[in-house]
């Protein structure tokens, strides 16, 4: 696994600042620390490619191994080019190689990680990989309640045969769906729209109905010693945990108790990024292993991804002994540190300028030299633009 982040952030505490609410309802209410933004000149496509790029990368596997390419978006670039042809490209997979995109919302990453276990479980692998990657930019209006949950980057993972990280159990997932307007993104719109309040508790009845559709499935009694959740926040998450051990029949101070072991050290990365949509989860047990892989192994761990609208999938996996080693190898606090911290006003400057960022067809908005200084020795493919037949350019150092 690897992931990429754009190069700017946001504080919490400054954006908390800026709109006249005190920093502890973002920081404690919400659990969000930092979160992420894109720049003009980047996009699901590069933040898709770098964290693609990296994870083969740490994996010391090349391109020539993947027969399968699924990239989960909800923020697709175009309604008929996947990104995944874009990742094909400019990452160089070879031609005999499956490539399309999936969408339901956050949930679209998920459902191209069980469609590969599936292509494995059927044969078509021959020995190589899939490559699933999860790529968004979160944003809703400025000003708005959803605001402070914003967030944009990729996770890339590679499944195999021979895993190295968590060995699902393939076959066994507790599934639950339902038609609600919780969370919506039309076409015609970049911002999402959302029923806050209520997509809480979407979130919560699919967890409940997933969680025991897993259970009926479940064919070990073997417990789940660390969960990780769908991250929009880390309060959500927490809620979760919560409704999770009520139904197991907890008390509430046992359910606290048991967040703080079980599930804290998978918020800790997803504080500083903000919800990702399809890579949130993923982000969460990143997080998990870079800091619990060695005292985990061979341990039974639960994941639960939640997409809006709404589908939902409760699944388990055993952590690696192989998987400290290999975790190490994400340069997780390396990705962070190397941000840089926007100033609010530059932050509304961006999501200004985002508006007609895609129609420019040669040159950037000025804001996109925003990151300029970090960007001389990053070799992250950009978006350069569009050409005069409306198509994307990207360009790689
Ligand atoms: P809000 O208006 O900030 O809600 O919206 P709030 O006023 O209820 O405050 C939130 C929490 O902060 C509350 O805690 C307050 O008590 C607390 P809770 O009752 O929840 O435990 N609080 C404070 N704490 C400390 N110090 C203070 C303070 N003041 C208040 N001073 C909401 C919150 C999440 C609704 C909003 O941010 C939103 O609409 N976000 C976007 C939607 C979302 O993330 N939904 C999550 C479930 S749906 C999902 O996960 C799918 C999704 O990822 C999309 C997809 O699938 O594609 C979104």
Redesign the pocket.
């Known amino acids: 696994m690897a992931f990429a982040v754009p190069r700017g952030y946001v504080d919490l505490a400054d954006l908390a600042a800026a709109r006249g ?2 920093a ?2 973002y920081t ?3 659990g969000v620390l930092q979160m992420s933004v894109a720049d003009a000149d980047e996009d699901p496509v590069t933040l898709a490619t770098e964290a693609a790029r990296r994870c083969l990368q740490a994996a010391g596997r090349s391109p020539s191994e993947i027969g399968l390419c699924i990239v989960g978006t ?1 923020t697709a670039v175009d309604h008929s080019k996947p990104i995944a042809s874009y990742l094909h490209g400019l990452l160089g997979l070879p031609s005999a190689c499956r490539v399309f995109e999936t969408k339901h ?3 679209g990453g998920t459902a191209g990680l069980l469609n590969a276990i599936d292509w494995l479980a059927a044969g078509s692998a021959r020995g190589r990989c899939a490559l699933i990657v999860c790529t968004d930019i ?1 944003r ?1 209006s400025v000003g ?6 914003q967030g944009a980057g990729a996770v890339a993972m590679l499944i195999s045969e021979n895993p190295r990280l968590v060995e699902l159990e393939p076959g066994i997932t507790g599934c639950f769906s339902q038609d609600v307007h ?2 919506w993104r039309p076409l015609y719109r970049k911002d ?1 729209l ?1 029923d ?2 209520f ?2 508790q ?2 919560l009845d699919a967890l409940t109905g997933a969680y025991a559709e897993w259970q009926r499935l479940s064919e070990s009694d073997e417990p789940l010693v660390r969960t990780c959740y ?1 991250v ?2 880390g ?2 998450a927490r ?1 979760a945990h919560q409704r999770r051990c009520q139904l197991d029949g907890m008390s509430e101070e046992a359910a606290e108790k048991s967040f703080a072991e079980q599930v804290e050290p998978s918020l800790r990365v997803p504080s500083q990024v903000g ?1 990702i ?2 890579g ?1 989860l993923y982000l969460a047990l990143l997080s998990l292993l870079y800091h619990q892989a060695t005292e985990l192994a061979g341990k039974r761990i639960g994941l639960f991804s ?5 589908a939902a999938e409760f699944f388990a996996g055993r952590v690696l002994p192989t998987a400290a080693a290999q975790i190490a190898q994400s340069a997780v606090d390396s990705t962070l540190a190397n941000r840089q911290r926007l100033a609010i006003p530059v932050y509304e400057e961006l999501r200004r300028n985002d508006a007609s960022a895609d129609q420019r067809p040669s040159e950037l908005p000025s804001s996109a030299k925003i990151g300029a200084a970090l960007s001389q020795a990053d070799r992250s493919p950009r978006f350069s633009g569009i050409d005069t037949q409306e198509r994307r350019i990207y360009t790689v150092a």
Do not use: I, R, W
């Open positions: 609410v005190p502890s309802k404690q209410g919400l909800e919302a956050c949930f979160a809703y708005s309640a959803g605001e402070p949950t919780d969370f999402a959302v806050g309040q997509s809480v979407c979130y769908h929009p926040y309060k959500m809620k919800n949509y399809t949130s939640y997409g809006s609208g709404c």
